[in-house]
């Protein structure tokens, strides 16, 4: 039997990427971690190079992710994109891919430009050959729960019951746009900013099958219950998609479903990171009494 990853951490995240840039020819010398989240991001010093280190060995998501890039970038959707070498990458039990660097420094698209490139990403219609795999809301969410030591027994019963309504609700709701391509993860931070100053899209791993409405919630979200977003710049986003999400029926299922996988998220790094555990705790007194959310930060 094959023995269970350690949790991924930003030491084992770069043992794996040293193997992997071995194996490809490239030098992780100094690479900057950019990001540990549901994945490692390491930006490479030498050459103008991102690598991805995921949680798990599944190289099936990251050989779907692939593919996705390139048929975005035949139709003319602005997207990161891969090196052409063979990948993706197994080193350490991890899957590790390699991007093309949009830009030597970290910069973000605005929610305008955001609405207007997920109007053209949702008017696409998906190719035969490339398989979509119908959207969990949950996917994973309630077995991270109850293996995480970060949270307590307390908490861990808290969030799995919540995870349960709401996976609920989430059955039994009408949506009003069609259903077809989402990013999955669809905000700013996965909209970054390319050499030419023109934004790119990022992040391909969560793409699925399911409702539009699921892609423009996060942006609404971080308006209006986080203040992340000013009014101004959410109207500009849903001016540029060209629909309020704020005033659909579903709203509210949508963003509770995507407030507790941002705490479920959170709480992957809270073990070893003291601030991570200070704001998971914040967020989780909001969960559970509905006040605080202002009180939030983007973590």
Same mark, same amino acid.
């Given at each position: 039997?094959?023995?269970?990853?350690?949790?991924?951490?930003?030491?084992?995240?770069?043992?794996?990427?040293?193997?992997?840039?071995?194996?490809?020819? *490239? /030098?992780?010398?100094? $690479? =900057? &971690?950019?990001?540990?989240?549901?994945?490692?991001?390491?930006? %490479?010093?030498?050459?103008?190079?991102?690598?991805?280190?995921?949680?798990?060995?599944?190289?099936?998501?990251?050989?779907?992710?692939?593919?996705?890039?390139?048929?975005?970038?035949?139709?003319?959707i602005p997207v990161i994109r891969t090196l052409e070498l063979p990948q993706p990458i197994l080193a350490q039990g991890r899957v590790v891919v390699f991007w093309?660097?949009?830009?030597?420094?970290?910069?973000?698209?605005?929610?305008?430009?955001?609405?207007?490139?997920?109007?053209?990403?949702?008017?696409?219609?998906?190719?035969?050959?490339?398989s979509m795999p119908p959207l969990d809301p949950v996917a994973g969410v309630r077995q991270r729960i109850t293996t995480l030591t970060s949270l307590s027994e307390?908490?861990?019963?808290? *969030? /799995?019951?919540?995870? $349960? =309504? &709401?996976?609920?609700?989430?059955?039994?709701?009408?949506?009003? %746009?069609?259903?077809?391509?989402?990013?999955?993860?669809?905000?700013v931070g996965n909209l970054v900013r390319g050499r030419d100053g023109h934004p790119v899209l990022a992040d391909l791993d969560g793409f699925a099958y399911g409702?539009?409405?699921?892609?423009?919630?996060?942006?609404?979200?971080?308006?209006?219950?986080?203040?992340?977003?000013?009014?101004?710049?959410?109207?500009?986003?849903?001016?540029?998609?060209?629909?309020?999400?704020?005033?659909?029926?579903?709203?509210?299922?949508?963003?509770?479903?995507?407030?507790?996988?941002?705490?479920?998220?959170?709480?992957?790094?809270?073990?070893?990171?003291?601030?991570?555990?200070?704001?998971?705790?914040?967020?989780?007194?909001?969960?559970?009494?509905?006040?605080?959310?202002?009180?939030?930060?983007?973590?």
């Amino acid at each position: 039997m094959t023995a269970a990853l350690a949790p991924l951490d930003h030491l084992n995240a770069r043992s794996a990427l040293a193997e992997a840039c071995l194996a490809v020819g *490239l /030098d992780p010398a100094g $690479a =900057e &971690l950019v990001r540990l989240g549901e994945n490692a991001v390491f930006r %490479l010093r030498r050459e103008p190079v991102i690598a991805r280190v995921a949680r798990s060995p599944a190289r099936r998501r990251a050989e779907r992710e692939i593919a996705i890039s390139r048929w975005l970038d035949a139709e003319g959707i602005p997207v990161i994109r891969t090196l052409e070498l063979p990948q993706p990458i197994l080193a350490q039990g991890r899957v590790v891919v390699f991007w093309k660097s949009a830009a030597d420094t970290t910069a973000y698209g605005n929610t305008a430009e955001l609405g207007e490139i997920l109007h053209r990403l949702h008017s696409l219609s998906l190719p035969a050959e490339l398989s979509m795999p119908p959207l969990d809301p949950v996917a994973g969410v309630r077995q991270r729960i109850t293996t995480l030591t970060s949270l307590s027994e307390n908490q861990q019963s808290f *969030l /799995d019951a919540r995870c $349960a =309504e &709401l996976l609920s609700n989430y059955g039994a709701l009408a949506t009003e %746009l069609p259903t077809g391509v989402i990013h999955g993860d669809a905000n700013v931070g996965n909209l970054v900013r390319g050499r030419d100053g023109h934004p790119v899209l990022a992040d391909l791993d969560g793409f699925a099958y399911g409702p539009r409405e699921w892609d423009l919630v996060l942006t609404a979200l971080y308006h209006e219950r986080y203040g992340w977003h000013t009014r101004k710049e959410y109207q500009q986003f849903a001016d540029a998609y060209g629909y309020d999400v704020l005033q659909a029926d579903c709203y509210r299922t949508l963003a509770d479903l995507r407030e507790l996988l941002m705490v479920a998220w959170l709480a992957q790094n809270a073990s070893h990171d003291p601030k991570a555990m200070q704001e998971l705790n914040k967020r989780l007194t909001t969960l559970r009494t509905g006040i605080g959310h202002r009180d939030w930060q983007p973590f």
